[in-house]
């Protein structure tokens, strides 16, 4: 195959690729602060053993998990917009993305909440804890401990999932990509530069993260 | 003995250097005529220029022009159905050896593939929804546009919306169809597309209706082979005039557009 590359038309768009780099951080971040709010919800709903609400988390557990991400995203699109509800494709990728992150962090967190000794309860209740208090104060920031790393492996997936973006129309990353490549028809080029940029996003993502730990776990 | 063992390695050897500067010369027309079969990309998204008939079959325009061009060449036609993202990158990658898909010869592209003179021309029109309200192209400031993406329509529009400051109201989709879709649910007032695609459409969906003309200019579309074939790109642009001359052209988009084939001349340019 003959192929010259052509970097320059890729390097003039640098800065709206970096610019849409950004959008991608910030979707990513706040689809996992929904995702763990909810996720954290699910997986207390799911161990409360009251089959009239558990069947709900784990309706969503099992549609999050088991079916494509693609397939959330376009529901939140084009099955949402059958019964006349427009969202935005920013607000189509937030509400994919926070309803798949939901899914696998409940189960993350049930693992959790299983590590925890129920010792742990019954201590905390002995020295005069409610139950609220015990779960807020004792169980659960244990919980975050264990399932720190698992969150951080959610939030890099949820990174690249929302690449996913440029198929209901969002400008992300992958799709501002796609959207200066189309000017010249340079795809291989455009998108190993963005290719690059998610590699860094990435490892900054896990790099942090274990700043973080290394500052919160210390003890 | 051993003379001749050496004369006839040398010819030998010089007939597979022979062979070797022969391939070397073949190029793209060669290489299809070989072959035997010519592969065209053709968008199967855009009818009546290009889609699938109620056989499923490929069928329009386009696919028609294809046919023309392997009849023309006694060889065999191999029909790839195309995203409109997928035009140029098929060249690119050699799994097509021409692309009929109504793309516009931007000086951008030109510098990733090769393309012929302009083998038919189009204008951008939208269509928009029976209460959308959009009369005329400035109706269209302050509304939900959208487009396929990677197309010149989205280009061309995405310059007014900078300048109108409503970039945030404008949606790329990935097909005509999503944009046709979209429409018709009401997630965007008005979807651009080309003004052959508009009966169709409309027919199509109720609630959708022709919208005005797009201000920018005629769409000048060509055929598109790969950027250094030169003796393929001469080749087609001959088919094309030849589909003028026997009046194919015009009996082609009579029976699939219908009325009088524009002309194929940019006024005030020799090619």
Same mark, same amino acid.
């Given at each position: ?12 768009? #640098? ?89 696998? #962090?409940? !189960? ?63 400008? !992300? ?47 | ?271």
């Amino acid at each position: 195959m003959e192929y010259t590359f052509h970097w320059r038309p890729v390097f003039n768009r #640098l800065p709206d690729l970096l610019e849409a780099g950004l959008i991608t951080l910030e979707v990513s971040a706040l689809s996992m602060v929904i995702g763990i709010a909810l996720g954290l919800g699910l997986a207390l709903i799911r161990m409360s053993g009251n089959p009239a609400i558990a069947w709900f988390a784990i309706g969503w557990i099992e549609i999050a998990r088991n079916t494509p991400a693609l397939l959330q995203l376009f529901f939140f699109s084009f099955g949402l917009g059958a019964y006349g509800i427009h969202l935005t494709p920013y607000m189509v990728v937030l509400c994919g993305m926070a309803f798949n992150n939901a899914g696998y #962090l409940a !189960e993350s967190f049930r693992g959790g909440f299983a590590a925890i000794p129920d010792t742990q309860m019954k201590a905390a209740r002995s020295l005069g804890m409610t139950a609220t208090q015990a779960y807020i104060r004792i169980i659960i920031p244990q919980v975050l401990r264990i399932v720190y790393y698992p969150m951080t492996n959610q939030m890099v997936w949820a990174v690249l999932i929302s690449s996913l973006g440029m198929l209901v129309g969002f400008h !992300e990353l992958a799709g501002e990509t796609q959207r200066q490549a189309f000017r010249s028809f340079r795809l291989f080029e455009f998108f190993l530069v963005t290719a690059v940029i998610y590699y860094v996003i990435v490892k900054i993502i896990i790099l942090s993260s274990r700043l973080i730990a290394w500052r919160l776990f210390r003890y | 003995m051993k003379i001749g063992t050496a004369l006839l390695a040398s010819a030998v050897i010089g007939l597979f250097a022979l062979g070797e500067v022969e391939s070397a010369k073949a190029d793209k027309l060669d290489d299809v005529i070989n072959a035997g079969k010519v592969r065209c990309g053709v968008v199967l998204d855009f009818p009546p220029i290009g889609f699938r008939d109620a056989n499923n079959e490929p069928a329009g325009f386009d696919v028609e022009y294809c046919k023309d061009l392997a009849a023309a060449m006694e060889v065999d036609y191999e029909i790839l159905p195309l995203t409109w993202a997928e035009r140029l990158p098929v060249i690119v990658t050699n799994r097509a050896d021409v692309v009929f898909g109504a793309t516009s010869d931007t000086l951008e592209r030109a510098k990733t593939v090769g393309f012929t003179i302009p083998y038919a021309i189009y204008y951008a029109q939208a269509v928009v929804t029976r209460d959308s309200g959009i009369a005329t192209f400035e109706d269209m400031k302050g509304k939900r546009v959208g487009a396929a993406v990677g197309t010149v329509p989205e280009i061309e529009f995405l310059k007014y919306a900078k300048e109108w400051g409503t970039e945030d109201l404008y949606q790329g989709f990935q097909s005509e169809n999503e944009v046709f879709l979209a429409v018709a649910q009401g997630k965007i007032d008005a979807g651009i597309t080309t003004n052959t695609a508009v009966k169709p459409i409309t027919d199509q969906y109720e609630n959708v209706i022709a919208g005005p003309r797009m201000p920018w200019t005629t769409d000048y579309t060509s055929v598109v082979g790969p950027r250094k074939d030169f003796g393929w790109l001469n080749y087609l642009n001959l088919f094309i005039t030849h589909q003028v001359r026997s009046g194919r052209y015009q009996e082609l988009w009579g029976q699939f557009v219908g009325g009088e084939a524009p002309d194929l001349r940019i006024p005030g340019v020799m090619y």
